[in-house]
């Protein structure tokens, strides 16, 4: 059985800065990508920011240069700082790895609970 598992989020006021952490465990084989992901409410789940085993990543336009993906690939962790937090960054924030286990036969997608970030104005 896999489990994601994040910590850190909270409420900050704008201009502030928070960071996310994830922890993957279980019966894991191997982990290529891994990411966060957004969901406000009334809308979409979007992408936030995804990072390779090698550690190439990918930003949403809207968080370039504010956020900041890493990995510990030992640790099966990533991790997000986000720095210059604006309101409209309020949302659960969740996290995903795309990975192998053990009694899979694909790769799948796997995902956290959910941690909530509020940016107050």
């Known amino acids: 059985q896999v489990q994601l598992v994040e910590s850190g989020g909270g409420l900050v006021q704008a201009g502030g800065s928070l960071r996310l952490s994830c922890a993957a465990s279980?019966?894991?084989?191997?982990?290529?990508?891994m990411g966060w992901y957004r969901q406000a409410p009334g809308k979409q789940r979007e992408l936030v920011a995804t990072i390779t085993s090698g550690g190439s990543t990918n930003y949403a336009d809207a968080v370039k240069g504010r956020f900041t993906i890493s990995r510990d690939n030992a640790k099966k962790m990533v991790s997000l700082q986000m720095n210059n937090l604006k309101p409209e960054d309020t949302a659960v924030y969740y996290c995903?790895?795309?990975?192998?286990?053990?009694?899979?036969?694909?790769?799948?997608?796997?995902w956290g609970q959910g941690t909530q970030v509020t940016v107050s104005s």
């Open positions: 995903n790895a795309d990975l192998r286990a053990w009694g899979l036969v694909y790769r799948a997608d796997f």
């Open positions: 279980g019966s894991i084989i191997s982990i290529n990508a």
